[in-house]
Nanobody, 124 residues
Framework: QLQLVESGGGLVQPGGSLRLSCAAS????????VAWFRQAPGKEREGVSC????????NYRNSVKDRFTMSRDNAKNTVYLHLNSLKSEDTAVYYC?????????????????WGQGTQVTVSS
């Protein structure tokens, strides 16, 4: 059974940091591009970042560039999202998703396998 499980969310003050993890089971994550998405209350889900199968290519939405960093440890079958300099507008449920593609291809379309999400709340 293919499964993605996110963890690492929580409550953090503005300017703080978190590390989200996305652990895969039932398939080998290194042959798939993986992306992080988020959905804030009352808003549509949006793509945040993507990393290619090798980890050599990453894409970020403009609002998180220079603050968020995506990485992967294929030996652990896990992908990470490092969130720094958090702002209140980063508050959302964060989801990881895997594509059948190896490359991100500069798009957040075509992600077929999804986790259940982890809540990130940025508040003082």
């Amino acid at each position: 059974q293919l499964q993605l499980v996110e963890s690492g969310g929580g409550l953090v003050q503005p300017g703080g940091s978190l590390r989200l993890s996305c652990a895969a089971s039932g398939f080998t994550l290194e042959t798939h591009a993986v992306a992080w998405f988020r959905q804030a209350p009352g808003k549509e889900r949006e793509g945040v970042s993507c990393i290619s199968g090798s980890g050599g290519d990453t894409n970020y939405r403009n609002s998180v560039k220079d603050r968020f960093t995506m990485s992967r440890d294929n030996a652990k079958n896990t992908v990470y999202l490092h969130l720094n300099s958090l702002k209140s507008e980063d508050t959302a449920v964060y989801y990881c998703a895997a594509s059948e593609r190896y490359h991100c291809a500069n798009t957040f379309w075509g992600f077929d396998y999804w986790g259940q999400g982890t809540q990130v709340t940025v508040s003082s």
